[in-house]
């Protein structure tokens, strides 16, 4: 028998589990043939003996949308849903997205069970509670918090994941052990260390559990956890999204750790192993805009009118939010750090 772990993490919508372990998925939905499911295509065979109570999407962009949401209450309604019954959704952060939003209108509501199939998912989104969707172009414009009652981590899935994605995932779960503090963080290196996922999973989200739970609704400490995060999602919008967001955020880590000018050399040495797995990465990164990247740094939603919050590692191994007036040299201090934290990784 794998070894089985869980956690509950409390909420103004109530506490919800979540349970990990080789196998937890499966054994869920085998006791709940009628479940109607929401899954990644990619699951396809995967679910085929639930197939026809499950309706599959396309793991794209363009199904986080609010026509996509109508598309699937539609089908929700033809599969002859009802509020009695409980949804289960399979798959990455686009599943995610599209059916927390859908669990929450559906008939003003339904409860649910969330199973992620990415490292990013597993370490970080799947709890939380948040929807994000797409408005026209802009990205995550719309969204709402409706957590699901269960999580199911099952750590099968990551078999099949690319490299660079579950080096991603870690490089989410490298930040959250990092901001949960000194101790959180050499855990953490323990684990990747000991290369146990299922424990590195737990550990990842018991330190996300204290952040969401003291500030659920993102006003202060859980703003901290966007450690990494201007620099990163700046950066992934001026690549075009040809660098994905878990090594966006490994960059991003490292272009905070130059910004500050505070060395955090463990922190450093971790995320660029982590990096290097990408393949290619230098050229990606070549092709990078800056007048893309100055842009989606100023639009961040954290900051306030005349000043911009970064979060910036702290001497000692901590993290703090720091706030900068908004102009031309702290604009220019960016794109140093950012142009500092590519170099490193290029010549590495
Ligand atoms: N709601 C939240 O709290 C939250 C948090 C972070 C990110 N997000 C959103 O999540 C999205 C990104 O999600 P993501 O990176 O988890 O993945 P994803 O859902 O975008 O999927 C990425 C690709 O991986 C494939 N895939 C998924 N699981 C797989 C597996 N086990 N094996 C092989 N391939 C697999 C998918 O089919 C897809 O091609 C973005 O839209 C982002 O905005 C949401």
Redesign the pocket.
């Known amino acids: 028998m794998p070894a089985r772990s869980s956690l509950t993490i409390a909420s103004s919508r109530g506490a919800y589990d979540v349970r990990i372990g080789d196998g937890v998925f499966e054994e869920y939905l085998a006791e709940r043939p009628e479940a109607p499911v929401i899954a990644?295509a990619?699951f396809t065979e995967r679910l085929a003996p639930h197939a026809q109570r499950t309706l599959f999407l396309p793991?794209e962009?363009g199904e986080?949308t609010l026509t996509a949401t109508e598309r699937l209450i539609e089908r929700l309604r033809d599969l002859g849903t009802t509020r009695g019954d409980h949804l289960v959704a399979v798959?990455?952060?686009?599943?995610?997205?599209v059916a927390?939003a859908t669990a929450s209108l559906y008939m003003r509501g339904l409860p649910w069970s969330y199973a992620p199939?990415?490292l990013?998912?597993m370490v970080?989104?799947c709890i939380?509670g948040?929807?994000?969707l797409n408005v026209g172009r802009y990205?995550?414009l719309a969204g709402n918090f409706h957590p699901p009652t269960l999580v199911l981590v099952d750590p099968t899935?990551?078999d099949?994941?690319p490299a660079e994605?579950r080096a991603g995932g870690l490089c989410e779960a490298m930040k959250i052990s990092y901001c949960r503090g000194p101790e959180a963080f050499a855990r953490h290196l323990e684990l990747h260390e000991a290369g146990d996922m299922a424990a590195l999973i737990h550990h990842a989200l018991a330190a996300k559990q204290w952040f969401i739970e003291i500030d659920e609704f993102d006003q202060k400490e859980r703003r901290l956890l966007n450690f990494g995060h201007t620099f990163g999602h700046a950066l992934e919008a001026a690549t075009r999204f040809e660098v994905g967001?878990g090594t966006a955020v490994g960059l991003g880590v490292l272009a905070a750790e130059a910004f500050a000018g505070h060395p955090a050399p463990q922190l450093a040495a971790h995320a660029s192993s982590l990096i290097a797995v990408a393949e290619n990465l230098p050229a990606r990164l070549a092709r990078r805009d800056p007048a893309v990247f100055e842009a989606a740094v100023l639009s961040d939603k954290k900051h306030s009118h005349g000043h911009l919050h970064l979060i910036v590692p702290t001497p000692g191994g901590g993290i703090a939010e720091q706030r900068l007036p908004r102009d031309d040299a702290t604009i220019a201090r960016v794109h140093e750090a950012m142009d500092e934290a590519i170099a490193t990784v290029s010549a590495s």
């Open positions: 990644d990619y793991a962009e986080k798959g990455g952060g686009i599943v995610q997205d927390t199939t990415t990013l998912g970080d989104s939380g948040k929807s994000s990205k995550n899935f990551i099949t994941l994605d967001h």
